[in-house]
């Protein structure tokens, strides 16, 4: 079945030509270890990840969530972080939901799921997740068995991870490296903010402009040149420009 399951992160490159790897994060490794013994071609190895439980290839992280896992996460906030910390450092951000093979293959009875968004509601809190993260894929599983042939897809035609990078995602500068340029995350969050600034434009942005400041200082033509949506220049040209019109009807506190 399984190549090989290795501990040391240093054995990534001495392995067999051909194979398939996926790495691990240890802190979970024990715990999702069914996964491995059912992988038939993949080699799983075992290092200590500051993002995501698997790196399937240099692009792709999953963060892997049982179905109680997935429910106080939610509650908790830390998906939300995680789906923060995927998003910012993979192009291919994935958020697997393992259910138990010997349960319903479903989150809550049918007879709970309401038609409108509730705060109380799991379904309700995976939309607002998915709007927050437009770039994050769920991934629906029915078994730990259903997950391994997943995976085995999921890496045709894809690079090999290396486990030195992948452990540095997440720690220190080295975590903010990207496409061989080294971006501050606070602005960079900031930017994400701004009208006219989506997932798909925004290290286009972050490329060409040296900061906020010079962001700010733009003319509405340039803008145009750079977002290529004369609509979306004059949104972030107003929202840099023009004072909110508070008039007399505004509220008090």
Known sequence: HIRGILWRSSYIHVVSAGALCVLVCGFVFVRVMCVCTCVRVCVCICVYLQVGDY??????????????????????????NQSVAMTRYYRRAMLLIEFDEARSFSLQPRSAVGSEIASFSIPSKLVLLTLHFPKLRILWCQSP????????????GQREPNSTSAIAVGTDSESAKHQGRLYNIAPQDFLLKLPAITFKNYRYVMNHVENIAQLSQMTIGRLKTLLGNDGGAKDLWDFFHKKPDVGSSSRKL
């Open 55 to 80: 790196v399937l290839s240099p692009e792709m992280c999953v963060e892997r969530k049982s179905v109680s896992d997935l429910i106080s996460s939610l509650s908790s906030g830390r998906l939300y």
């Open 145 to 156: 068995y259903v997950t391994a042939e997943l995976f085995q897809s999921l890496k045709e």
